[in-house]
């Protein structure tokens, strides 16, 4: 499937506008994209195998979205395939007291993905951008410095910092891809209607998740601004359509699965030194069969 239509590589001329929360291509039922996603997930096997064995690089998954819109859904059927050895998954809900006793991207970095490996962010350093921005009054119960708290340009300040931050994981052997689960607002009522009403998916819904749906548009406007000002070439953001889940996760699937090729991964070559010793551990090997059948007939 092409993704290439969702990905935002430079954020100048983005509009959320543009991209429909319904979308599915071509696809018109759920099977189609379920067999194609299957597919992905056993090439993502693949692909992580060799980000294992190369054990350089790694790979950071960023997933930012409104409640309901199925990040947590996409996460565990995308990385079902994978080893669970190679990937790291964290969420990132209200700050700690620890946490805000720091700068907003510590406790993520202390979380990145080691090399060889794959790190899920299910939120991220993001919602200093976003649910920060749509609630002045969170920013304004952070202990920073007064010129920082009550500087009119600290968003623009935070998304150079991102951006810094993102190069310089991308300088170091870190890609960094974002996705954003677009989902309507009418599909996200749908969505919590179905978990008040049905028992066992109460536990998924709470009221301050009413509360936050109340801020749409600002969100959609915090949002945008994220995205513009850090779709980067190297670290793009993708906007997916959220309102079918089957399409979501078929989209993410194909996503990682190119970021994984665009890295370009080799198993490591082994020196002539390495491949003379593994033919003397064979040689060892074998005359330790020869041995053992000796034993055995006396
Ligand atoms: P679920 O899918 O289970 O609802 P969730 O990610 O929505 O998962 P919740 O515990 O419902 O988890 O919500 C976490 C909340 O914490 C979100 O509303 C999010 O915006 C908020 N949050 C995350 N990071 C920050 C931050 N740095 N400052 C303030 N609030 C934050
Ligand atoms: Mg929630």
Redesign the pocket.
Known sequence: MDVDKFRIKDGSSFDLGDHDAGYTADYLSKDTAVKHMKANIRRLYELQAVLYADNKRSLLIIFQAM?AAGKDGAIKKVMSGLNPQGTQVFSFKKPSQEELDHDYLWRCSKSLPERGRIGIFNRSYYEDVLIVRVHPAILESKNLPDPVKNDPDIWNKRYRQIRDFERHLTENGTKVIKFFLNVSKEEQKERFLSRIDTPHKNWKF?S??ARERGFWDRYMEAYTEAIRNTATDESPWYVLPADHKWFTRLAVSEAVAQALESMDLRYPTMTEEHLENLQLAKEMLLKEDGEGSAASQT
């Open positions: 409640d709470s301050a998740d």
